[in-house]
């Protein structure tokens, strides 16, 4: 098989790492990598959400002070 040298393993995980020494270490910063994009994600759901609640029950001084900032 070829190598090539710009290929991007699926979520960065490179299988090699399966048997290396520090795979602890390094599926560990995955991990972390992960848990902060899925908490950034699910934040910004829940402003959407506080938005749109907003919005809906005609609440502009929710949406300035609570949304907006």
Do not use: Q
């Amino acid at each position: 098989m070829p190598r090539i040298s710009d290929c991007v393993y699926p979520f960065g995980l490179d299988p090699i790492w399966g048997i290396a020494g520090n795979s602890l270490a390094f599926t560990n910063s995955l991990k972390m990598k992960l848990a902060v994009i899925i908490g950034i994600v699910h934040m910004s759901l829940g402003l959407l959400a506080k938005a749109l609640n907003a919005i809906f029950f005609s609440s502009p001084i929710d949406f300035f002070l609570e949304f907006t900032p």
